[in-house]
Nanobody, 121 residues
Framework: QVQLVESGGRLVQAGGSLRLSCAASGRTFRTYAMGWFRQAPGKEREFVAGIRWSDGWTYLADSAKGRFTISRDKAKNTVYLQMNSLKPEDTAVYYC??????????????WGLGTQVTVAS
């Protein structure tokens, strides 16, 4: 099993920045990809960004390109999501996930409990 714990979500003003963190523990050798998803009230969960653990290759959803950056610290087993120029429509619960294929949302099998991000207008 892989355990994922997110942190960093909070209330922020539109235009502001936020960095989310996700600490992984457990049988992390099974993790080839880590990613961030989000789910807004009344909407389906959507993929935001993913990163290949081995070489740091990243894949971002169109909604994240130009504003969000995903990175990882291998020594800390931690993945980050840097979010800039935040908009009210970025308000959601953000989930960290681990899986086997960076760019295939269906291949993420381990999930954290989520962290709330609220962007005030």
């Amino acid at each position: 099993q892989v355990q994922l714990v997110e942190s960093g979500g909070r209330l922020v003003q539109a235009g502001g920045s936020l960095r989310l963190s996700c600490a992984a523990s457990g049988r992390t050798f099974r993790t080839y990809a880590m990613g961030w998803f989000r789910q807004a009230p009344g909407k389906e969960r959507e993929f935001v960004a993913g990163i290949r653990w081995s070489d740091g290759w990243t894949y971002l959803a169109d909604s994240a390109k130009g504003r969000f950056t995903i990175s990882r610290d291998k020594a800390k087993n931690t993945v980050y999501l840097q979010m800039n120029s935040l908009k009210p429509e970025d308000t959601a619960v953000y989930y960290c996930a681990a899986g086997t294929v960076v760019a295939d949302p269906t291949q993420y099998t381990y999930w954290g409990l989520g962290t709330q991000v609220t962007v005030a207008s």
